[in-house]
Antibody, heavy 118, light 107 residues
């Protein structure tokens, strides 16, 4: 069955960096676009970024552009999100999700909590 | 970015009842709309896409409809496990956006 498992979350100071990973299994990872979506505590869902199956194409929300970088390693079946210049408003649970061709998110990981605080 | 507005933000209903949630887009999204269910402490789950197509394994009591800018999610014969928060999402634009969510509570 499809599984997505995030790791790398934690507490970081404002201005700091963190890298999230998402290990995929149960499907042909290299066939799918992948995405990061976040949810601040008690708030709704916010799309962060996605990457095409061969890493040719990436896109970012304005709120993270220039600070976050999405990447993937198809050999390791792993998705990454490198986060730099972190701000308090980046505090959220970060989900990785598999995207269909139409950018519908059909499988989600359990989420990784990132807390930005001094 | 396309703005998605859900209403109501919360509602209460009884087991066995029926509810309707509305999602309005700031422009025509040509049925490029998905609905997700999120239970407390869990990841969202895809329910429907293309406004009315049921994802595999989702019960038929979930029904979606709409076109243009206005869409609805109707849940019939409410079960205890249906009490959760529901989100719409447009994927017409490459920069997808979600509605703010509708929390469904037990009356």
């Amino acid at each position: 069955q499809v599984q997505l498992v995030e790791s790398g979350g934690g507490l970081v100071k404002p201005g700091g960096s963190l890298r999230l990973s998402c290990a995929a299994s149960g499907f042909t990872f290299s066939d799918y676009y992948m995405s990061w979506i976040r949810q601040a505590p008690g708030k709704g869902l916010e799309w962060v970024s996605y990457i095409s199956s061969s890493s040719t194409y990436t896109n970012y929300a304005d709120s993270v552009k220039g600070r976050f970088t999405i990447s993937r390693d198809n050999g390791k079946k792993t998705l990454y999100l490198q986060m730099t210049g972190l701000r308090a408003e980046d505090t959220a649970v970060y989900y990785c999700a598999r995207a269909t061709n139409e950018r519908v998110f059909d499988y989600w990981g359990q989420g990784a909590l990132v807390t930005v605080s001094s | 970015d396309i703005q998605m507005t859900q209403s109501p933000s919360s509602l209460s209903a009884s087991v066995g009842g029926r509810v309707t949630i509305t999602c309005r887009a700031s422009q025509d999204i040509s049925i490029s709309l998905a609905w997700y269910q999120q239970r407390p402490g869990k990841a969202p789950k895809l329910l429907l896409y293309a406004a009315s197509r049921l994802e595999s394994g989702v019960p038929s009591r979930f029904r979606g409809s709409g076109s243009g800018t206005d869409y609805t999610l109707t849940i019939s014969s409410l079960q205890p496990e249906d009490f959760a928060t529901y989100y719409c999402q447009q994927y017409y634009s490459t920069r997808v956006t979600f509605g703010q969510g509708t929390k469904l509570e037990i009356k």
